[in-house]
């Protein structure tokens, strides 16, 4: 197995276009990194410059203590699981397995038992005579994994595998994935735009946005604790809301204030706000965290919001709740069975121990959560 580090990595196309900016990355050995951000983000990228297939503009990568910029990709030791699986509808799954191995010039019994090995944990044992056009998309998927696997690699590479899937298919092979990585060990960088798939799959994730990563920390605390607002809006579902507030401080007590609103801020939070007081900030609360009045948990207090509902999507377990508050969209996860239509007048409670607060300029930092972060975590704002 092997480690990999970026150090100040850059590619570049021609003098105007950055893909990738002062990229800095160390996996630990082993560990499951999930690259996430939306289409152009630079992700894909900087998958195929550790891969070989893109050259380096500036920077340094190392796979385990070897320098590889000007190594090639068929001496980098990786095996790398595309979108489009890639398979040789010509051969049969035995043959698109051991393909590579044959490439190599392994021996024919090596090349039998690691593919057989390969089936086995993948479980298609049974597939191993079909061509490709005979198996279902998640099948292709399983081959597409177990060409990987055959190769014993130091580094698993994958680049948003599960995107041709359907979605209840898409969840089965997360876990699959999940338990796979976990049963090789072996170090893996997978690339999605799915936020979901990046925090119930990685061990850390880096969140990316034009070419520059935003954030790199474990889902629960990108979940908790986001860097800025763009990483606040980007992980969680549904996304966080954010409502431009002015901070008011008032008795010994800070508020985030607007058109129809005021929510008393706690704790470490509104300490943190006291600078802010009298200036304009983003206030941040997730869907999950607000609740409808007499059918939450959530103690009432300085914390209601008085809307007219506008939309309703029931879920089953779950009712999303849309409404407007300040001139901007408040979505609120209530409870399934509660009795709420569009037009209704209804009253809001918001879990005032989770929310956030972020400047309204620049990057738009998170405010008051900078001691929040995992030691081995890495932030870029």
């Known amino acids: 197995m092997a480690k990999i580090k970026l150090e100040h990595v850059y590619k570049r196309y021609g003098n105007k276009v950055t893909a990738v900016r002062d990229f800095n990355l160390e996996t630990e050995d082993g560990e499951f990194v999930v690259f996430v951000g939306p289409s152009g983000c630079g992700k894909t990228t900087t998958l195929r410059m550790i891969a070989g297939l893109e050259e380096i503009t500036e920077g340094k990568l190392y796979i385990g203590d070897r320098l590889v910029n000007d190594v090639p990709p068929k001496d980098r030791d990786i095996a790398m699981v595309f979108q489009n699986y890639a398979l040789y509808p010509h051969m049969n799954v035995y043959e698109n397995m051991a393909f590579g191995l044959r490439l190599r010039r392994y021996p024919k019994d090596e090349i039998d038992r690691r593919v057989k090995e390969a089936a086995r944990i993948l479980k298609i044992e049974h597939l191993l005579q079909r061509k490709p056009r005979e198996l279902s998309g998640g099948q292709r998927q399983r081959v597409a994994m177990g060409r990987a696997i055959v190769r014993e690699p130091k580094v698993f590479l994958m680049d948003e595998p599960l995107s041709n ?98 929510v008393r801020a706690d704790g470490a939070l509104a300490s943190s706000l006291l600078p802010y007081s009298g200036k304009e900030v983003w206030m941040g609360i997730r869907p999950e965290h607000i609740g409808l009045k007499g059918w939450t948990s959530i103690p009432e207090g300085e914390n209601v919001v008085r809307v007219q509902v506008e939309v309703v999507e029931p879920l089953g377990a779950d009712t999303e709740v849309h409404a407007e508050v300040g001139g901007h969209t408040l979505t609120a996860k209530v409870d399934g069975h509660a009795m709420v239509l569009p037009g209704d007048t209804v009253e809001l409670l918001i879990d005032t121990g989770k929310l956030h607060a972020f400047e309204v300029e620049g990057q738009e930092k998170a405010i008051g959560h900078a001691m929040a972060q995992d030691a081995r975590s890495v932030t870029r704002v």
């Open 165 to 262: 899937l359907d979605a209840k298919l898409r969840v089965e092979m997360r876990a699959e994935i999940a338990k796979l990585q976990r049963r090789l060990g072996v170090t893996t960088i997978y690339v999605t735009h799915d936020q979901v798939e990046a925090m119930t799959l990685g061990q850390r994730i880096v969140v990316m946005k034009d070419g520059e990563i935003q954030q790199v920390d474990t889902p629960l605390n990108l979940y908790d604790f986001p860097a800025n607002r763009f990483v606040a809006g980007f992980i969680g579902s549904p996304s966080m809301n954010f409502i431009r507030s002015r901070v008011l401080v008032e008795g010994g007590s800070v508020y985030f204030t607007g058109d129809g609103f005021k």
